[in-house]
């Protein structure tokens, strides 16, 4: 069963399908869910810059049947906004950095977000493309990771995660060597690409040449109606947005880092004794790294 995700972050997700003028009301909808929900059809239309026909295009684009329906969505948004407002600095909890802010503020803002991002993702992750995710790659006889710029960080985690219980698993930071890899896929092997954009030109193009090859091709991403998603079998999505100083990418790796756990320890668990046989060999053999009490040796 797909869990509902949130009015705002499912706003979030669409907004780079949207067309300039709906993605102009999506900003103001999603910025401010207590103040559009005060505006009539024609105020909102108005502060967007633009027509009330526009405004409704944009109800039926993210799913809901018309103006009024929105409004009240947005109404029960801002009331739970409120309530986290309460336990936390109100301008904490609206995720801007200014230029003026202080260390403290600057953690305690990015620790908000990251941690309402996981909470966020958790809430709307896809259990049985999760559970189909993790049966392809319990299954497969190669799996290839695929991720560049900030998201290599997760791919090169899930592709270290993996092998440490014993799996075929390869991570490709060069586009070219990434692309050539495909050339050895095929029915029954896994592709995995991470993007939190979606449109990570060297992602797609793997993912795509994955497919057309037979494997299995999984995309993590942030948008549900990117290009990337697009070209996956099935697709994991992840809820950071984005804030000041892009404090959103903080929250974008911590949500595809939580991903890839779900992915890692679903195999885990598929495989109790296999996985627990291979940790403990992995953990053997660093053990010459570690210093008495459990610490590592220093170089």
Known sequence: MVNS????????????????AEQRVARLVVSDPADAAGHTITGLATAAETSEATVIRFCRSIGIAGYPQLRLRLAAEAAGAAGRARTADAHVAGGEIPPDADLARIVATIAFNEARALEET????DAVACAQVVEAVDGAGRIEVYGTGTSACAALDLQQKLHRIGRSVAYWPDPQAALASTALLAEGDVA???SHSGTSAGVLDVLAQARRRGAVTVAVTNFPRSPIADAADLVL?????ETTYRAGAFASRAVQLMVVDCIFVGVAVRNRKRAGQALAAADEATASLRAPGGRRKPR
Do not use: E, K
């Not at 009015?7 to 300039?20: D, E, K």
């Open 192 to 194: 995995i690409g991470i």
């Open 122 to 125: 958790a809430a709307q992750l």
């Open 237 to 241: 999505t992840t809820a950071a947005r």
């Open 5 to 20: 995700p949130g009015l705002l972050v499912h706003i979030n997700a669409l907004l780079p399908s949207l067309s300039p």
